[in-house]
T-cell receptor, first 112, second 112 residues
Framework: GNSVTQMEGPVTLSEEAFLTINCTYT??????LFWYVQYPGEGLQLLLK?????DKGSNKGFEATYRKETTSFHLEKGSVQVSDSAVYFC???????????FGTGTRLQVTL | NAGVTQTPKFQVLKTGQSMTLQCAQD?????MYWYRQDPGMGLRLIYY???????DKGEVPNGYNVSRLNKREFSLRLESAAPSQTSVYFC???????????FGDGTRLSIL
């Protein structure tokens, strides 16, 4: 079956630090990959996506590259801000009603 | 500009009580989903509806039922609530494969 593994949190960084959140997956077929972000008290919002190998998704300074050879989709940002504090979820789908499989989430806290 | 609307936002039940969580989307999406979010477990799919008139079980369907009332609305029912169903419930909708799912703000349900 499909599965997504994310690095454990919480991750605590100072403002302007470099961020990496690791995500690896196992899947049958050719999945589409997503990063979602959840701010406190809210639902999940799409941050970025990639639908095929070597695609790079980007949004709001965040980037992730679909690496088929390493089955990874690591999230990066060059300079984090306090406003980036949230929980980040890696997810995949492989068709069949487009059911998403989520990782367990990584909480990011950015301090001044 | 509503997107996915969930009601209620908070609810406290006693063990054995029943209730229905409501979800409506105004984006003319074909597919709708119910997830539960528990600490350290990410989001897990309870039920989904790939199109109006169809529903299917997800990863954790026991103790729940759903109804796809029309294209807009997808409700989740707990017939006899149990403390293990204490969770945050999210509804989501999506139009096509490879497109992102859009989430509501969640219903926080506590069962005593």
């Amino acid at each position: 079956g499909n599965s997504v593994t994310q690095m454990e949190g919480p991750v605590t960084l100072s403002e302007e630090a470099f961020l990496t959140i690791n995500c690896t997956y196992t899947a049958t077929g050719y999945p589409s990959l997503f990063w979602y972000v959840q701010y406190p008290g809210e639902g999940l919002q799409l941050l970025l996506k990639a639908t095929k190998a070597d695609d790079k998704g980007s949004n709001k300074g965040f980037e992730a590259t679909y690496r088929k050879e390493t089955t990874s989709f690591h999230l990066e940002k060059g300079s984090v801000q306090v406003s980036d504090s949230a929980v980040y979820f890696c997810a995949l789908n492989t068709g069949t009603a487009s059911k998403l499989t989520f990782g367990t989430g990584t909480r990011l806290q950015v301090t001044l | 500009n509503a997107g996915v609307t969930q009601t209620p936002k908070f609810q406290v039940l006693k063990t054995g009580q029943s209730m229905t969580l409501q979800c409506a989307q105004d984006m003319n999406h074909n597919s709708m989903y119910w997830y539960r979010q528990d600490p350290g477990m990410g989001l897990r799919l309870i039920y989904y509806s790939a199109s109006e008139g169809t529903t299917d079980k997800g990863e954790v369907p026991n103790g729940y039922n759903v109804s796809r009332l029309n294209k807009r609305e997808f409700s989740l029912r707990l017939e006899s609530a149990a403390p293990s169903q204490t969770s945050v419930y999210f509804c989501a909708s999506m139009t096509d494969f490879n497109q992102p799912q859009h989430f509501g703000d969640g219903t926080r349900l506590s069962i005593l």
